[in-house]
């Protein structure tokens, strides 16, 4: 069996005691990075045996791990953060592992869009999540001003790197749009910044971004509840 597993974004605790079991019953934990993980099979101290599965070798990997799971193995799968497959790798391990006719199945569990979503006091159904923003400027802002012209809310991974640059488009396309930064999700320094998208970039030009961030963008047309 293929067993997709999420685990933490942040906060060590948040995994479940379903996925610990899972973890500990795997013959083979194919990690998106070894070292990432190891963190979190010590902290639990886990030992199952570990390989890579990443965007840069897992066409490569996926013969043998079918073939593993063939033979009666049961290989989980995780990522750095959060479930896997969105957007991170697992995607066409997933497909192979179906293809094959071989059994699957997912261990729910803590994930940064949702969490955002619920948190940045925006509506969240319906909602369109578009992975990570392009580190090309040109692409980045075909998408945002796709996203200023949905009826719905639209989410983002974004780089700390970009995020400001990301805000500045935000703030020339339409500066009074509500945004929120998520940032640092179930981790110690976790912050939400809510405003136009002027008034976020302002904060962070003075507070320059660090760690993990969701992006999340109002719908073209606002609730009469959203009061902020």
């Known amino acids: 069996m293929l067993c997709l597993i999420a ?3 942040g906060n060590l605790a ?6 610990l079991e899972s973890l500990r019953s ?7 990075d070894t070292r990432h993980t190891q ?10 045996e570990r390989i890579s599965l990443n965007e840069h070798n897992e066409a490569r990997r996926i013969p043998e791990l079918v073939a593993r799971i063939q ?17 991170d790798p697992g995607q066409r391990l997933v497909q192979a592992v179906l293809a094959a006719g071989l059994p699957l199945t ?39 001003q796709a996203a200023l012209q ?16 990301t805000l500045e488009m935000l703030a020339r396309l339409q500066p009074d749009r509500r945004v929120v930064v998520a940032r640092e999700l179930t981790k110690r320094f976790e912050e939400f910044q809510r405003g136009t998208a002027q008034n976020v970039l302002n904060h962070f030009l003075h507070h320059p971004p660090r760690g993990e961030i969701t992006l999340i963008l109002s719908p073209a047309t606002v609730p009469k509840w ?3």
């Open 14 to 19: 948040d995994i479940s005691s379903r996925a």
């Open 26 to 32: 795997a013959d083979i934990v194919a990690c998106e």
């Open 106 to 144: 997912v261990i729910p569990g803590p994930c940064a869009v949702p969490t955002a979503l619920a948190g940045s006091g925006l509506p969240v159904v319906p909602f369109y999540f578009g992975g990570f923003l392009s580190h090309k400027k040109g692409q980045r802002e075909k998408e945002l």
């Open 150 to 165: 949905r009826e719905c809310t639209s989410s983002y991974f974004e780089s700390p790197h970009r995020l400001v640059s």
């Open 39 to 48: 963190r979190l099979l010590s902290h639990y101290d886990l030992h199952p």
């Open 226 to 228: 959203v009061l902020w």
């Open 71 to 87: 033979a009666g193995g049961r290989i989980a799968l995780v990522s750095d953060a959060g479930t896997p497959t969105l957007a």
């Open 7 to 9: 685990t933490p974004i």
